[in-house]
């Protein structure tokens, strides 16, 4: 935005953009809730990056458009109204952010451009299959031989690792003192020698989860992001990113008009189901709501410190309950048609008549899917641990 450019301006500008940008054919599926193809992402993101827009969040000095808050807070609006797709934003969220605050300047130069122009995906090797909500907890092993790192363990729900060339690893170097202790950040190229990657595919039928296997996976020196066994102390960077992330107030709007256009044209007993009045009071509930998170959201971009404080536990935690509600008002909205189960079609749409209203083809895989948002990047009962120590240390 220029010196006289204001909001309003530079709002149509983002419009015009996605206008002249965003395929029709592209939104409707966004719109209509189907998955999206990895060389679909990818265009976008070619889009977003030719316009110098991919890193909305990130300042000039790396190569993003250098927005203010406000402005990317209108450019993340309007992509999600348009029907924009929702990118794989581990790396140019979180892993962009710690690289930004705590990278050498080597990780930066050989990184971030490449995440910038959509070159290299990442995923993050956080959980494990005995540590639960509890990160402090892991114990996936790495020991130092020289000038490398050598993991053996595994991790468990890594989304997009099938997809990624790099992955965020977090392991331990050292049991001594507190849990919090001896743990290490490392950058993990996926095309090393030793890396398994088994699919787990989810209550919806679809392929985006998966567990890693690491043997004697050998990891340069040079791909640790702080001191070693420092690295809670950096997390704190990459979990504020991820909770605001997950709480997916974008995700959230987007929902909501499509849950209120499926009211307004679905009937029951002869009437529009919004005329319902147990169902209009559940909408009404869940835009007050959502209209609260957006206070909390916006106040988080107004005082960027806060995305360390009980303000990301709190969109975290009110913002993945909000959207489980939603989805779960979807599929309900679809009636005997939410039951069948057609996952080929969630991936191409239908190339016939529907079953149905086309809505409840993806309805209940959606519902189905996100349970598991409560639980990803820190359960809501973590989040509420967060919250109350924030409030009463």
């Not at 468990?156 to 690792?161: D, H, K, M, S, Y």
């Not at 640790?224 to 992330?245: D, N, P, Q, T, Y």
């Not at 404080?309 to 969109?315: K, N, Q, R, T």
């Not at 409560?374 to 919250?387: A, H, L």
Request: hydrophobic share 40%; aromatic share 8%.
């Amino acid at each position: 935005m220029n010196g006289t450019q204001t909001l309003d301006d530079f709002r149509q500008e983002v419009r015009g953009f996605l206008s002249a940008k965003l395929s029709p054919a592209l939104a409707e599926r966004v719109h209509a809730g189907y998955y999206l193809s990895k060389a679909e992402l990818d265009g976008w993101q070619r889009a977003l990056h030719e316009r110098g827009w991919s890193g909305s969040g990130w300042p000039r000095e790396y190569g993003g458009p250098g927005w203010t808050p406000m402005q990317k807070y209108i450019f993340e609006d309007e992509c999600s109204k348009a029907g924009a797709p929702i990118l794989v934003m581990m790396g140019l969220n979180q892993v962009a952010a710690l690289l930004m605050a705590a990278g050498t300047k080597e990780q930066k130069q050989r990184h971030l451009q490449r995440i910038l122009d959509g070159s290299d995906l990442w995923c993050q090797g956080l959980s494990e299959p005995n540590s639960g909500s509890d990160l402090a907890s892991l114990k996936c092993p790495a020991y130092r031989d020289g000038d490398v790192y050598v993991v053996d363990g595994n991790k468990i729900w890594t989304t997009a690792a099938h997809w990624a060339n790099w992955c965020f690893l977090l392991v331990r170097t050292s049991s001594d003192g507190p849990k919090q202790e001896g743990i290490t950040i490392l950058l993990l190229d996926m095309k090393t020698p030793g890396i398994t990657i088994r699919p787990i595919i989810g209550l919806d039928g679809m392929h985006s989860l998966n567990q890693l296997f690491l043997d004697k996976v050998r990891i340069p020196v040079s791909c640790r992001v702080g001191e070693e066994g420092k690295g809670w102390a950096l997390m704190k960077i990459f979990l504020g990113h991820e909770r605001i992330s997950a709480a997916g107030i974008w995700k959230c709007k987007a929902h909501f008009a499509r849950l209120t256009a499926i009211a307004r044209a679905t009937l029951r007993n002869g009437r529009p189901l919004i005329e319902n009045t147990r169902f209009r009071e559940r909408l009404g509930w869940l835009e007050i709501h959502m209209r609260a998170l957006e206070v909390i959201l916006l106040s988080i971009i107004n005082d960027p410190s806060k995305t360390k404080g009980i303000e990301a536990a709190m969109l975290k935690l009110r913002g993945t309950e909000l959207q489980q509600e939603m989805l779960a008002m979807m599929s309900e909205a679809a009636g005997q048609y939410a039951v069948p189960f057609h996952p080929e079609i969630l991936r191409t749409g239908w190339t016939e008549e529907p079953i149905g209203p086309e809505f409840a083809t993806t309805a209940t895989p959606f519902y189905l899917f996100w349970r598991k948002s409560t639980i990803s990047g820190g359960s809501s009962e973590i989040m509420r641990n967060v919250i109350a120590q924030g409030l009463f240390p």
